[in-house]
């Protein structure tokens, strides 16, 4: 069943600032917005379904031009929250002598200070086809208190809940507590979106097989492994289906996970969530273009299609 009666996909994560070296040297460096729950906000809008985004920012200057840019890209910013002291959080990215990127310094003044749950208002969970949500500000005890009542209000609301885990460990204070932290939500999950490698991470396992045998016992509906070059394992009640991706010359695989995420939920959004497993396939193989296009431009935000790209796509 379509869910484009909703007049959204909501998406809830930090607003987050890359500042991105200009050349090899890493002295000089030029401010971009980031963060993969920001990405997949924007990338929803770009490629023509509507997207709101719950996050705080505050009142300097840096905040301003986050909400500016989320603003820009066609997001709804009407339940996120404004709080003076918020100081948005950041990372300075190098590039080393093979142009890649390398993300060295964190930035991070008031982690503590996160959308609370009594901040959430039911009005932006009734409106929403789709929650999505990632483990990036669940290390955070506020974050993760907000993120489980998030959950709570989508699951009672009607809305499909999507989970993209965008492990980062070493924002953690244990590997232990991470995998236990995120698994906890997998149970409530619609879509859940992993990397192979988070896979592994989070089963303790070697093969997709073997974390997928896992992940089994937790029943969750659709389970979508990406695996980069070779497209994505797409698993619906238990059937795994692998889903192949036409080869491309990355340039950039920065953002061709959101790209993909964002072509997922677009698809759940106005056609509904995949029953059988040819509803699937045309799901999953869709999110794997855009990835693959946005493999093939530099950066994240800035390489994520647009409706322009991908409307050949729709016609299809």
């Not at 840019?69 to 990372?91: F, M, Q, T, W």
């Not at 530099?298 to 016609?315: C, Q, R, W, Y």
């Amino acid at each position: 069943m379509s869910q484009s009666d909703k007049d959204f996909i909501l998406v809830y994560g930090d607003a987050f600032v890359d500042y991105i070296a200009n050349d090899q040297t890493n002295t000089s460096f030029t401010k971009y917005l980031g963060g993969a729950t920001i990405n997949v906000a924007a990338g929803i809008s770009r490629i023509g379904a509507p997207s709101a985004l719950i996050t705080i920012t505050g009142d300097d200057e840096t905040s301003q031009f986050c909400r500016e840019e989320i603003l820009n890209e066609g997001v709804n910013l009407d339940y996120a929250i404004y709080d003076p002291s918020k100081r948005v959080s950041g990372v300075y990215v190098h590039l080393n002598e093979n142009c890649e990127r390398e993300f060295k310094d964190y930035i991070d003044e008031t982690p503590a200070l996160q959308v609370s749950p009594v901040q959430l208002q039911e009005a932006a969970f009734k409106r929403a086809s789709i929650f999505n949500v990632c483990s990036g500000t669940m290390f955070e005890p506020t974050a993760l208190a907000t993120t489980r009542a998030a959950v709570d209000m989508a699951k009672d609301k009607g809305a499909i809940l999507a989970i993209d885990a965008n492990i980062r460990p070493l924002r953690w204070n244990s590997e232990q507590q991470c995998r236990e932290t995120i698994a906890s939500f997998f149970e409530d999950a619609d879509i859940l979106k992993l990397t192979d490698e988070e896979l592994f991470f989070l089963t303790e396992t070697d093969t997709i097989e073997d974390g997928l045998a896992k992940l089994d016992e937790l029943l969750v509906p659709i389970v979508l492994i990406t695996v980069g070059a070779d497209g994505a394992y797409a698993v619906l009640n238990g059937e795994i289906i692998h889903v192949t991706v036409d080869p491309i010359v990355p340039v950039d695989t920065t953002g061709a996970g959101d790209a993909f995420m964002a072509g997922v939920l677009r698809y759940v959004h106005f056609n509904g969530l995949p029953t059988v497993v040819e509803e699937l396939i045309k799901c999953v193989s869709f999110g794997n273009k855009l990835g693959a296009m946005a493999a093939t431009k530099p950066g994240a935000l800035t390489a994520l299609p647009s409706f322009e790209d991908i409307k050949h796509l729709i016609e299809e």
